[in-house]
């Protein structure tokens, strides 16, 4: 039977990224950002997932507002790096598990969650920064990867709790599959953030931490949050927190966490929380 | 069903991209998505105007863009700020002077409001 060992939410900066290309990770304002994930690289090398599971949105690289699915479950062998508009990130295509995403996507339709299913599909920065800030890439990627794409972006949203129950039904769906598979999950995107209007910048940090506390100790508190809630107190790009709930929703109650930090140089709460299931 | 949001509440300096600013900024976002491809942003670079009479962009849309107002394009028509950064960065404009514009700051205004503005 395949089973869920771990969670990990994280922020998905694209500047992480760019800092990341060009070397400036012991740069003095970087290097908190690039520290804080040295324990849970170490963590889940120890923890060996053979396939890690990937929440994150679009932001214009492979999708677009002519056909924006509200879920999608990437079924691809390989996810090639995407174009967002400055050229793809010098980072070798990820590997898929086309048959363990088919058997998701069977259980998870069967089980009323109706996903867009991707046979082609190219990453960015949502799913690229936490893949590249947790887990080695040269010469190839140690895990096998299953993208799962909400949208986050155009309103109307799926909702906090919606989001929750899909992660729910993600551990059943890896629980009924046969194979002998160790996962991970990753919830990613925000912590507080605007990237519109005069309110550009806004960050609240006391919301954030709020939040690493509860999405541990207490995820049904944060699926009450509405929309409205969280871009009122976080800023409207903070929306996107909704995607750790469904990481949440895919863990059980008997966790130990391995690591938390949280950061906020520029213009995004950089949040970072890894789980390990003790079961 | 519990409300999503509450559209009677505006949120001071925030515009919500919903289904309204979607189908406003429809043109201008398609637009600026051909920039994931590499020979359109160099047919761009090399022919600002010949490349956007290929596009069903408006005389405002074009105004904008040729003044390389960003807050223009998102707050009047619609652009969606992941598609307009494209734009930014392809004429040289990243995240932090678009959102110093967005502001009403200069560059260096809004840097100076940051905690640590190595990170950029």
Redesign the interface.
Known sequence: MAKIVGGIGTSHVPSIGKAYDMGQQEEPDWKPVFDAYKPVQKWLAELKPDVAIVVYNDHGSSMFFDKYPTFAIGAADSYPIGDEGWGPRPLPDVPGHPEFSWRLAEELVYNEFDMTVCQELSVEHGFLVPMNLCFPHEPTWPVKTVPIAVNVIQHPLPTATRCYKLGQAIRQAVEACEDDLRVVIFGTGGMSHQLNGTRFGHLNTDFDNDFLEKIEADPIALTNLTHQQIMEEAGAEAVELIMWLTMRGALSDDLTRVHRNYYAPMTTGMGLIALEENA | M?????KS?I?????????AE?RKG?RI??F??S????EN?EAFTADEEAYMEKWDLSDQERLFLRDRDFRGL??ECGG????I??LG??TGHG??HV?AQ???QTFEE?MA????????
């Not at chain 2, 920039?35 to 590499?38: A, G, H, L, S």
């Not at chain 2, 969606?80 to 598609?83: D, F, H, R, S």
Request: proline residues 4%; aromatic residues 12%; charged residues 25%.
């Open positions: 519990t409300a999503q949001r509450d509440k949120i001071p300096g925030t515009t919500i991209f919903d289904g979607s429809y976002n398609k600026a998505m920039f994931t491809k590499p942003r998102i707050e969606n700020i992941y598609m950064m494209k960065t392809c995240l932090y959102g967005l502001r009403g809004f409001t940051r905690n640590a503005s190595g990170v950029r």
